[in-house]
């Protein structure tokens, strides 16, 4: 599901990257986090103190290490954009990509996360390797995440995909920060939560819902969305699992035990 990206509500006006270089001699360097959407981390920021906004980039300490969290925009190559401008502005430990996905596997449900073993580009066919210790998460499923070039809307599809590809969930953003993240020679993990299963089909035609950015417009998903009784169905669904999905993907980002498991 998809939210605008703006976010008022959360910390205040600063340098990010400035607050990072304060405490970096103390703490080390920091763990870069790239979502596409701002309603996507909101339950994450909530649970930390001292958060600082600058334009798209959040920062703040977790345990008393530098994290940055920059929000980036639906698609590939938003992801790549925000990533590789933040790579090139400051020295990090890793980058990670968090954010929401739906399911291929027939075990996960809704408000499942994955902690990704490896990410492949549907377009390019590009396998990047993940690390699993980079941010683990409680609880977590493991697999191959699938990066698509659209949102993958049909069951059918959905049973598709996880069999020529062997992948367990789908997104947008992967392989664009696991692009950047390899172009500058740092570690790379991808942590997603499931808004929408693999047996759930989703009515809406996502190409009416383009933006001249490439990416996803959320005005006109909400027009969609309006378009007829099933896509209010639909996207009540969506707007449902987005909700869960947000809060589970924070409870595994900010559990105190980070153990992912199988």
């Known amino acids: 599901m998809v939210a605008p990206t703006r976010d008022d509500t959360l910390g205040t006006e600063a340098d990010p990257v400035g607050a990072v270089d304060g405490v970096r001699g103390n703490a080390g360097l920091p763990i870069a986090l790239v979502a596409a959407l701002s309603w996507e981390v909101r339950p994450l920021l909530r649970r930390q103190s001292g958060v600082r906004k600058s334009g798209t980039v959040y ?13 980036a925009g639906v698609g590939e190559e938003n992801a790549y954009r925000e990533a590789h401008r ?3 502005r400051v020295a990090v430990r890793g980058i990670v990509t968090i954010g929401f ?13 994955v902690l990704a073993d490896h990410v492949m580009d549907q377009q390019t066919g590009e396998r990047y390797d993940c ?18 070039a659209e949102v993958i809307a049909s069951a059918a599809e959905k049973r598709n995909l996880a069999g020529k590809w062997g992948a367990v969930a789908v997104d947008m953003e992967s392989a664009g920060v696991a692009r950047a993240a390899a172009e500058s020679g740092v570690e790379f ?16 035609d996502f190409e009416r819902c383009r933006s001249e950015h490439k990416g996803l417009s959320y005005w006109k998903i909400i027009r969609e969305g309006m378009r007829t009784s099933q896509t209010i169905r639909d996207a009540w669904m969506l707007a449902r699992g987005a909700r869960v999905a947000a809060r589970a993907l924070a409870a595994a980002l900010d559990s105190p035990e980070l153990s992912g498991t199988r």
């Open 189 to 204: 993990a991808a942590i997603k939560a499931i808004t929408d299963t693999s047996m759930e089909s989703i009515s809406f």
């Open 86 to 88: 933040l790579l090139e």
């Open 101 to 113: 996905a739906g399911g291929l596997a027939d075990f996960l449900n809704r408000g499942d996360v």
């Open 131 to 148: 690390s699993g210790d980079l941010w683990p998460a409680q609880h977590a499923h493991r697999g191959g995440l699938l990066s698509a």
């Open 59 to 71: 920062s703040f300490l977790r345990d008393g290490a530098p994290v940055l969290l920059a929000v």
